[in-house]
T-cell receptor, first 114, second 112 residues
Framework: DAGVIQSPRHEVTEMGQEVTLRCKPI?????LFWYRQTMMRGLELLIY????????DSGMPEDRFSAKMPNASFSTLKIQPSEPRDSAVYFC????????????FGQGTRLTVV | GEDVEQSLFLSVREGDSSVINCTYT??????LYWYKQEPGAGLQLLTY?????DMKQDQRLTVLLNKKDKHLSLRIADTQTGDSAIYFC????????????FGTGTRLKVLA
């Protein structure tokens, strides 16, 4: 398996624009997580899904953030409108219940909002 | 509440052992993990331990869990320059949920 695949790797956008981050989890995994990493706040869990259903979105910072998982092999994290303080590295991870709960991370998307 | 704390920096000489410590607050964790992050990369799972275990050894890595004190440590034997990275501990299975809570990360610098 190619692992968790995220796209794009880097995104630079202007304030106010819509940004969509994409994630393809490892095939067969039933949990998918979105994290945000910044120097100030470390790794923050934004939302996670089980079998494509959002379980906990309490970490989503504002209504500007939304996440979807239309099927088992694809998820998106959308920010609309984007703001400079959204600049961070966004990670997607997936895991399989019963496998020791091991989460595997993608390479991340580095978002810069100018 | 959910809180995972680590010291920010650790510096060791090549060939020495490194010990990275982590404390957590939620005693209902099912699994505890150690992840490694190299610059510009994602997090790589190094090892994990089930909460009913005290110790786990995996080649150069030894994980110790003191559940009473809610303390987790990672020992890296014969530390190499390639071990320089940020190390995160994480817990999951809190209160029956399946989310992972990560620590603040410890930046390990290995001096040649």
């Amino acid at each position: 398996d190619a692992g968790v695949i995220q796209s794009p790797r880097h995104e630079v956008t202007e304030m106010g624009q819509e940004v969509t981050l994409r994630c393809k989890p490892i095939s067969g995994h039933d949990y998918l997580f979105w994290y945000r990493q910044t120097m100030m706040r470390g790794l923050e869990l934004l939302i996670y899904f089980n079998n494509n259903v959002p379980i906990d979105d309490s970490g989503m910072p504002e209504d500007r953030f939304s996440a979807k998982m239309p099927n088992a092999s694809f998820s998106t994290l959308k920010i609309q409108p984007s703001e400079p303080r959204d600049s961070a590295v966004y990670f997607c991870a997936s895991s399989l219940l019963g496998s020791g709960g091991k989460a595997f991370f993608g390479q991340g998307t580095r978002l810069t909002v100018v | 509440g959910e809180d995972v704390e680590q010291s920010l920096f650790l510096s060791v000489r090549e060939g020495d052992s490194s010990v990275i410590n982590c404390t957590y607050t939620d005693s209902s964790s099912t699994y505890l993990y150690w992840y490694k992050q190299e610059p510009g990369a994602g997090l790589q799972l190094l090892t994990y331990i089930f909460s009913n275990m005290d110790m786990k050894q995996d080649q150069r890595l030894t994980v110790l869990l003191n559940k009473k004190d809610k303390h987790l440590s990672l020992r890296i034997a014969d530390t190499q320059t390639g071990d320089s990275a940020i190390y995160f501990c994480a817990e999951s299975g809190i209160a029956g949920t399946y989310k992972y809570i990560f620590g603040t990360g410890t930046r390990l610098k290995v001096l040649a």
